[in-house]
């Protein structure tokens, strides 16, 4: 049921794009984003809720497809302060959420 | 900004002894959560609390584990009989409403070593 993230690892220069992908076998409830630096707790980025949903602030936006079952986040001219692992996440019922992979994002100058 | 707190922020503790892990949820959210993330891998998902019940749990809590809220500011995770496979960071989060329309808040975690 976790969904999967890809790619699991990209590296960046200042200033390139990145785009991560989160998908599932099952329509999805709602997709979140989160941020995490190493050592530190997952920071809340955003959530879509509806099918065709695209939502974003500053540089980083998200989508989400009308079938409720591909996200995809979007970095765009990435700085050194996006390093992190992110990692989108789900619900299918209840109150149990679902983390995905994670896909590990470095930047470099 | 609010803030989920949680101590401590790290835990050594022998193999087959109990611990408890406190957390303290944003004051005006009612869901709480229990996470864990094992070195390097994923957060896993352990245990969510509303109006002082369990709502959901996964298989990775077992009769060992046990959450409490004894005060209505303090979360707590008890861990009973220790296992190695126990260590990992323990995040505590809550929400304000289900569904976590606005996001999980998560607090900074408690690093737990059984030696």
């Known amino acids: 049921q976790q969904p999967v993230q890809s790619p699991q690892a990209v590296i960046l220069r200042e200033g390139e794009d990145a785009v991560i992908n989160c998908s599932s076998s099952k329509a999805l409830y709602s997709v979140h984003w989160y941020r995490q630096k190493h050592g530190e707790a997952p920071v809340f980025l955003m959530i879509l809720l509806k099918g065709g949903e695209q939502k974003g602030h500053d540089k980083i936006s998200a989508s989400f497809n009308e079938k409720k079952q591909q996200s995809s986040l979007y970095l765009t001219a990435s700085q050194l302060s996006y390093s992190g692992t992110y990692f989108c996440g789900t619900e299918f019922t209840g109150n149990q959420f679902y983390f995905g992979t994670g896909t590990s994002l470095t930047v470099i100058p | 900004e609010p803030e989920v707190t949680q101590t401590p922020s790290h835990q050594v503790t022998q193999m087959g002894q109990e611990v408890i892990l406190r957390c303290v949820p944003i004051s005006n959210h009612l869901y709480f959560y229990w996470y864990r993330q094992i070195l390097g891998q994923k957060v896993e998902f352990l245990v969510s609390?509303?109006?002082?019940?369990?709502?959901?749990k996964s298989e990775i809590f077992d009769d060992r584990f046990s959450v409490e809220r004894p005060d209505g500011s303090n979360f707590t995770l008890k861990i009973r009989s220790t296992k190695l496979e126990d260590s990992a960071m323990y995040f505590c989060?809550?929400?304000?409403?289900?569904?976590?329309?606005?996001?999980?808040?998560f607090g900074s975690g408690t690093r737990l070593t059984v030696v």
């Open positions: 989060a809550s929400s304000l409403n289900a569904g976590a329309q606005d996001g999980y808040t």
């Open positions: 609390f509303y109006n002082n019940e369990i709502s959901e």
